[in-house]
């Protein structure tokens, strides 16, 4: 299955600034998917990254806050952008990985961002 | 995308079934019932899914209903590193995942 290594694992910044957070797939993948989890809540959809493309945003998300970046088939950023509390979440990427072999999406650990 | 109802919260004994289930009664045709559970501190894992027929696989069991408005996720044996939060998500033509609130099972030793 595919391993997905996501960083940084946690962060703390301060408000106004910005922080990259960086997924790398083992395999290329076609999709890459950014979620938002808020403290004791499920998981949101940010947006669906394909490469070579302009990333699609989810009602209630935009590129200027969150803009996203997917310049290979294994790679993806999301910025989180002029960061204020309300940010503080931990942000997951996803890829879809069915193949002939494999099923279901797989997920980063997690990036758990702090905004103070 | 259509819409599930799970339990907040469930308890089970260690080494002893659980049943988890998802209401989903305005499921379409080509709906695809999926399971995914969220262990503290780590992202989603897929656990299993379906269409129809009840499908089994080395970590848990679907029973789907036959109208299919509604499935059971089955743990056989419940151990403490099944404590998670239990997600059932419907997939129809959208690629993504649409996570509801989902189940936290709690498993007491």
């Known amino acids: 299955s595919a391993v997905i290594s996501q960083k940084p694992s946690r962060d703390i910044c301060q408000r106004g600034t910005s922080l990259t957070i960086q997924c790398q797939v083992d395999?290329?993948?076609?999709?890459m998917f950014w979620y938002r989890q808020q403290p004791g809540q499920s998981l949101t959809l940010i947006a669906t990254?394909?490469?070579?493309?302009?990333?699609?945003?989810e009602s209630g998300f935009v590129i200027d806050k969150f803009p996203i970046s997917r310049p290979n088939l294994t790679f993806s950023t999301l910025t989180v952008s002029n960061m204020s509390p309300e940010d503080s979440s931990i942000y997951l990427c996803?890829?879809?990985?069915?193949?002939?072999?494999?099923?279901?999406?797989?997920f980063g650990s997690g990036t758990r961002l702090t905004v103070v | 995308d259509a819409k599930t109802t799970q339990p907040n919260s469930m308890e089970s004994n260690e080494e002893e079934p659980v049943h988890l289930p998802c209401n989903h009664s305005t499921i379409s045709g080509t709906d695809y019932i999926h399971w995914y559970r969220q262990l503290p501190s780590q992202g989603p894992e897929y656990v299993i899914h379906?269409?129809?027929s009840n499908v089994n696989n080395r970590m848990a069991s679907l029973a789907i209903a036959e109208d299919r408005k509604s499935s059971t996720l089955i743990l056989h044996r419940a151990t403490l590193r099944d404590a998670a939060v239990y997600y059932c998500?419907?997939?129809?033509?959208?690629?993504?995942?649409?996570f509801g609130s989902g189940t936290q099972l709690t498993v007491l030793p």
């Open positions: 379906g269409l129809t």
């Open positions: 998500i419907l997939t129809g033509s959208a690629r993504q995942l649409t």
């Open positions: 990254a394909n490469q070579g493309s302009e990333a699609t945003y």
């Open positions: 996803s890829v879809d990985r069915h193949t002939q072999d494999d099923y279901g999406y797989t």
């Open positions: 395999s290329q993948v076609t999709m």
